[in-house]
């Protein structure tokens, strides 16, 4: 759909999905194929190696260049994906918190390695109680952060995330994919899964482990497909429950896409994929709604 969006009004495609940015992580994150990629540009493929750090404020830095970069080239810059908490920063904006610190998070690591999680967490609980109890114990990415931002400023993260946001020099259009039948949704989710192991989900995390010397802990080992893929890789579950799970975790992460979609408000169109309406005929009726645009942006 948004291939063919972006074919009708002159677009180009900025990738809105985590999982994407990461290099070598392609069937996993079922990024795009390179005929989608030559049929259309596409911005934020294959921007970070899998061993290296990726925020929220990363992103929206990247995006704005590339919707900037797009719009000088009298296109429409669309943003397509699934990650809402990256669209959520572009309708919201951002807090202005102090950037990542390479040699302070080194030395958190460290930490984390020779103390344990349990215990930086702890430290937490007490430097930002409010910030901890909403963390799980093992979320050494979060947990680092949020000690990094007290040690850094003396200011709890918590605190930090009161202020008021920056907001972000966009006009956004909202065009919601929204399917009505559970049931068909989760089969649909079983057969892509099947079709991303039987493509060799399992051998590319593998591949990526080893290349990058990945530890369990890894942020990328906790995305849907990469995160069940790597149990089984480490002998924690067999194929069968390795299956299942990451339907299960699919599933979840669909109810929670669709919650952030339903708080949405006045979206320019919505779509239930499911419904047995004319797609192509809504995308024609969207980019004749958004031809009489000029300098928007879109989602």
């Given at each position: 759909?948004?291939?063919?969006?972006?074919?009708?009004?002159?677009?180009?495609?900025?990738?809105?999905?985590?999982?994407?940015?990461?290099?070598?992580?392609?069937?996993?994150?079922?990024?795009?194929?390179?005929?989608?990629?030559?049929?259309?540009?596409?911005?934020?493929?294959?921007?970070?190696?899998?061993?290296?750090?990726?925020?929220?404020g990363d992103f929206c830095r990247l995006a704005l260049a590339a919707a900037?970069?797009?719009?000088?080239?009298?296109?429409?810059?669309?943003?397509?994906?699934g990650t809402m908490m990256y669209y959520k920063a572009l309708r919201e904006?951002?807090?202005?918190?102090?950037?990542?610190?390479?040699?302070?998070?080194?030395?958190?690591?460290?930490?984390?390695?020779?103390?344990?999680?349990?215990?930086?967490?702890?430290?937490?609980?007490?430097?930002?109680?409010?910030?901890?109890?909403?963390?799980?114990?093992?979320?050494?990415?979060?947990?680092?952060?949020?000690?990094?931002?007290?040690?850094?400023?003396?200011?709890?993260?918590?605190?930090?995330?009161?202020?008021?946001?920056?907001?972000?020099?966009?006009?956004?259009?909202?065009?919601?994919?929204?399917?009505?039948d559970r049931r068909l949704l989760r089969a649909r989710i079983g057969e892509?899964?099947?079709?991303?192991?039987?493509?060799?989900?399992?051998?590319?995390?593998?591949?990526?482990?080893?290349?990058?010397?990945?530890?369990?802990?890894?942020?990328?080992?906790?995305?849907?497909?990469?995160?069940?893929?790597?149990?089984?890789?480490?002998?924690?579950?067999?194929?069968?429950?390795?299956?299942?799970?990451?339907?299960?975790?699919?599933?979840?992460?669909?109810?929670?896409?669709?919650?952030?979609?339903?708080?949405?408000?006045?979206?320019?169109?919505?779509?239930?994929?499911?419904?047995?309406?004319?797609?192509?005929?809504?995308?024609?009726?969207?980019?004749?709604?958004?031809?009489?645009?000029?300098?928007?942006?879109?989602?």
């Amino acid at each position: 759909m948004a291939l063919t969006l972006a074919q009708k009004i002159n677009g180009e495609i900025v990738s809105v999905y985590a999982g994407a940015v990461y290099r070598d992580m392609n069937i996993g994150s079922a990024k795009p194929s390179p005929a989608a990629q030559r049929m259309t540009p596409h911005h934020l493929l294959d921007v970070r190696n899998p061993d290296e750090s990726f925020n929220v404020g990363d992103f929206c830095r990247l995006a704005l260049a590339a919707a900037d970069d797009i719009r000088k080239r009298a296109k429409a810059p669309l943003f397509v994906g699934g990650t809402m908490m990256y669209y959520k920063a572009l309708r919201e904006g951002l807090h202005d918190l102090p950037p990542a610190s390479p040699p302070m998070r080194a030395a958190l690591n460290e930490e984390i390695k020779n103390r344990g999680l349990p215990a930086m967490h702890a430290e937490l609980m007490q430097l930002d109680e409010n910030t901890a109890k909403i963390l799980q114990a093992n979320d050494g990415r979060r947990i680092g952060r949020a000690l990094e931002v007290f040690r850094i400023t003396g200011k709890p993260l918590s605190l930090w995330l009161k202020e008021k946001r920056r907001l972000l020099p966009l006009r956004l259009h909202a065009v919601l994919l929204m399917p009505s039948d559970r049931r068909l949704l989760r089969a649909r989710i079983g057969e892509r899964l099947n079709g991303m192991f039987a493509d060799g989900l399992v051998e590319e995390t593998d591949s990526v482990i080893r290349r990058f010397q990945l530890p369990p802990t890894a942020h990328v080992l906790r995305l849907v497909g990469y995160k069940q893929a790597a149990a089984f890789l480490r002998g924690e579950t067999d194929e069968m429950t390795m299956r299942k799970n990451a339907e299960y975790a699919t599933c979840q992460l669909a109810k929670r896409q669709l919650s952030w979609l339903r708080a949405w408000s006045q979206p320019l169109l919505t779509i239930d994929p499911f419904s047995g309406a004319d797609i192509e005929q809504n995308i024609l009726n969207t980019a004749s709604v958004l031809a009489k645009n000029h300098g928007f942006d879109m989602i």
